[in-house]
């Protein structure tokens, strides 16, 4: 009862020209056709308004200027016996109306406009598209409520291990870090233990060992000393030592080129003495 009265009333469609006509009774189960109806003289003409009130659909049939109740039809399913479209136009239905004494009756409405139709018969399959989904969706949580609770937590005593990639080494120390090599790639430390391999060297070519001059071999001798040794390192092969007499007189041969050349005579000066 106390969910009932929370319910609120929404309005779904509402057409402003819609006419009513008594239809005769059904005499097969064919259906309703329109054109047995009276289309040109309607019973009555007003304004059409459908509203929803939880599950339930309701079309009221109402007077253009007062607003006042007509007749209406609770709908509780659609498609159903509360309404039914008629089987020569899309334009037209019947529907089953009812007054709060239980008594009810079936009447014919038809619409001057298709697309009022259209949006009359939209209206009530949204809605009652709606009340299957909730149905639908309270029925899960219904068999979820009844379904035994998966007990995830742990028990008392139980431990889980987890194992993250380069968080932590065998002895429980930091991890080690790549090392990062050219154009941004990173490179895997190299093992423990192992040792990093010295490129070999390239024998020397054929034009090198040709080009290298080796220097004249050193005779040992037992009067020469060590800084001896040295000095005839330095000095060329090809260069022989001069005799020690020509050495020690350095001068000498100035002073023999100076008397070598002839005396001449004093030439004029252009100078002019004072």
Partial sequence: MAAAELEYESVLCVKPDVNVYRIPPRTSNRGYRASDWKLDHPDWTGRLRVTSKGKTAYIKLEDKVSGELFAQAPIDQYPGIAVETVTDSSRYFVIRIQDGTGRSAFIGIGFTDRGDAFDFNVS??????WVKQESEISKESQEAETRPKLDLGFKEGQT???????????????????????????????????KIAVP?????????????????????????SSSDILLDLDAPASVSKAPASATTDL???????????PNQAPQQSNWVQF
Wanted: positive net charge; glycine residues 12%.
């Fill in 200 to 224: 070999p060297i390239p024998p020397p070519s054929s034009t090198a060992i040709a080009n290298h001059v080796t220097p004249p071999p050193v005779l040992k001798s037992s009067n020469m």
């Fill in 160 to 194: 889980i291990k987890l194992n993250i990639g380069n968080m932590t080494t065998k002895k429980g120390g930091a991890a080690k870090p790549r090392v990062s090599g050219s154009g941004g790639l990173s490179l895997l430390p190299p093992p423990p233990g192992g």
């Fill in 251 to 261: 001068w000498g041969d100035f002073s023999t080129a100076s008397s070598a050349v």
């Fill in 124 to 129: 009530l399959q949204d809605h009652f598209k």
